[in-house]
């Protein structure tokens, strides 16, 4: 069962919910967002992927690949044995939210121009 929460009532509804189960339940709580749009994605891959892998010689694949560690990755640490431990974790664009993934697009975009040469199309150049 999947209860969206938009305000007070919700919430009442739902702990009232709550309360006539039994017992041996996992409740999941997460933040609803709005995922990248099917509008974003087909932008990305036409406009971002597609030709940035035609003028650099890699596949659309590749491509993608070498956006997201370059533009949705970062460096950690994790604590392994008394040593800190150097981390490299890549953020998938499937889990980005509309704003984060115009974000990521945008610095895309910025790259390509001041370092490649390159100008891609904005979201409202493509057609």
Known sequence: MKFIIR???DKKLLITHLKSLGDNYVVEVKQNKNTRSMNQNKYYWKNIVQELAKELGYTVDEMHDALKIKFSSE???IEY???LI???SVKST???NTKEF???CESIRIWAMTDLSIRLR???EYV
């Open 102 to 104: 115009e974000q990521y």
């Open 7 to 9: 305000d007070n009532n």
């Open 75 to 77: 460096w950690s640490q």
């Open 122 to 124: 904005t979201p409202n």
């Open 81 to 83: 044995k008394d040593k």
């Open 94 to 96: 499937t889990v980005m």
């Open 86 to 88: 150097p981390l490299h």
